[in-house]
């Protein structure tokens, strides 16, 4: 049985690197050709930071796929024999603690060098080594009250239901769901301020625009985002009465008001449209796919293994085996998620107009370093977005570039 796991898990790793590697041929290739949607310069540029990215990815790949050979072979049973408590409870939740410390500590160089050496050559990063430990202390301290909460809950679930898989899906799923209530209003300004936006003919836009589709919301905001990070964003967030509108304050800067009324207009489209309905369906799927299969592992997995089938493990191990699972959903996930970005750009144009849409997503391109052309696999596994020449072809936007 462990045997199949390391095979299949082998065979996810080498597929992800193949991708990996395609991506990084395909961009040298195509940016040694006629640029499209930027200058030469900013093509280039925007390139370069695509595989400085993929190339990391890369590093990446290989240590998580040696971690989880080290979990399996040993990590679980050095974890298990460093916590003892009386309570089985308590005992799960230590023990998953323990896991999710490990590899916190192993993604931190990578964190650290994705944000202080590539974001800061590529003039992205504007976080302190202060900022980045004063965030990495609040969301430790986040993630161990909710998290520490929810590794209880689950843990109590499997030492006292054998279908523990079919209650540990419908509690995460309540998970979800709540924190896209929660998260809005008291996760993110733990991270950024978010300051109402002024009166004024841009909102005034705004507040018109969202009462047209019978969008009510928390209110719309302006966050901070430049303090930290240079990219351009703009989002809703929330369900329910937590519904708010976000703007970063570098959109603001970058576009104009009907610029950002397209971009608001897209965004609008989502909700039209259900969206976050449909992908709350699709997680669903996800977590019921991934509980079934975790709750139905023989206990001869454990054994070779080496540690006792108890709660923690049995979480640790789903959270270990996740990935693959994931990466099999992530082509139907993509999919549905670039057939609804169509979708909402063709509202948001109604809304907004084209051309407006337009100039906006070749702003959003640009500013972001954002190279416009991928490898077909990594289109077809990673892109929730369509390509953005796509999109502006879409957009009936004409330039000879990107015929090119």
């Not at 992530?330 to 948001?348: K, L, M, Q, W």
């Not at 416009?372 to 936007?397: A, D, M, N």
């Amino acid at each position: 049985m462990l045997e199949s796991v390391v095979i299949l898990y082998s065979l996810y790793v080498l597929m992800k690197l193949y991708i990996s590697v395609m991506q990084i041929g395909y961009i040298n290739d195509e940016k040694r050709k006629e640029p499209v949607l930027m200058s030469s310069a900013k093509y280039m540029v925007s390139a370069n930071y695509a595989v400085a990215k993929e190339k990391l990815s890369l590093v990446e790949i290989f240590v998580d796929y040696f971690v989880f050979l080290w979990w399996i072979i040993v990590g679980f049973s050095i974890i298990e024999g460093l916590f003892h408590f009386e309570n089985i409870i308590t005992q799960s939740v230590a023990f998953l603690f323990g896991f999710i410390f490990v590899n916190f500590l192993i993604g931190i160089p990578f964190e650290l060098y994705m944000k202080f050496k590539i974001d800061e050559d590529f003039k992205f990063n504007k976080m302190t080594p202060k900022d980045y430990i004063v965030d990495t202390l609040k969301s430790s301290f986040v993630f161990i009250i909710l998290g520490g909460a929810i590794f209880y809950l689950l843990s109590w679930i499997i030492s006292s239901y054998d279908n523990w898989w079919l209650w540990g899906f419908g509690v995460m799923f309540i998970v979800v769901l709540g924190a896209n209530i929660v998260y809005p209003i008291f996760i993110a300004p733990l991270f950024n301020k978010f300051t109402p936006l002024e009166d004024g003919e841009l909102k005034s836009a705004i507040v018109s625009m969202m009462e047209g589709v019978g969008l009510k919301s928390d209110g719309i905001f302006s966050m901070d985002a430049s303090k930290k990070d240079s990219r351009l964003n703009a989002y809703f967030a929330g369900l329910g009465k937590s519904k708010r509108v976000v703007l970063f304050d570098t959109l603001i800067e970058k576009l104009t008001k009907d610029e950002l009324l397209a971009v608001l207009g897209h965004e609008l489209g989502h909700f039209k449209h259900g969206d976050i309905f449909k992908n709350l369906g699709l997680i669903s799927i996800l977590l019921f796919v991934t509980f079934f299969l975790a709750g139905n592992i023989p206990d001869k997995m454990f054994l070779e293994i080496g540690v006792v089938p108890s709660a923690g493990v049995k979480i640790a191990l789903l959270m270990l085996l996740m990935p693959i699972i994931s990466f099999l959903f992530t082509p139907i996930i993509s999919f549905v998620s670039r057939h609804n970005e169509y979708e909402a750009d063709e509202f948001g144009a109604n809304l907004g107009g084209k051309e407006n849409l337009a100039t906006a997503l070749l702003k959003l391109v640009t500013e972001n370093k954002s190279f416009p052309k991928s490898h077909p696999l990594v289109i077809f596994f990673y892109y929730t977005h369509p390509p953005v020449i796509e999109r502006l072809k879409e957009l009936g936007y004409e330039d000879k570039a990107i015929a090119s």
